[in-house]
């Protein structure tokens, strides 16, 4: 059984950094796409990053030049730099492995002083 587990959120300044990682277990094959989306209560779900494996990364206009998503076998991280209160969301990690999708259950970043 597949299981994407998060890790790495929590409170941070206006202006401050965070790393947020994404582990996929349970499965024989290898992610083709991780990527992270986010949440907040009353809107839908939106992609943040995507990494696809040898085919490069995309980005939300909101978060490019700020965030930066990399992997590293069946890890994915986002590192999110310059955060704005407006990146408070609980951020969810997603793959796509043998064309079923999986999600994380999600872990809370709050961007506040």
């Known amino acids: 059984q597949v299981q994407l587990v998060e890790s790495g959120g929590g409170l941070v300044q206006p202006g401050g950094s965070l790393r947020v990682s994404c582990t996929a277990s349970g499965s024989i094959f290898r992610p083709l796409v991780m990527g992270w989306y986010r949440q907040v209560p009353g809107k839908e779900r939106e992609l943040v990053a995507t990494i696809i494996s040898g085919a490069g990364t995309n980005y939300a206009d909101s978060v490019k030049g700020r965030f930066t998503i990399s992997r590293d076998k069946d890890t994915a991280y986002l590192q999110m730099n310059s955060l704005k209160p407006d990146d408070t969301a609980v951020y969810y990690c997603?793959?796509?492995?043998?064309?079923?999708?999986?999600w994380g259950k999600g872990t809370p970043v709050t961007v506040s002083s």
């Open positions: 997603n793959a796509l492995i043998r064309g079923s999708n999986y």
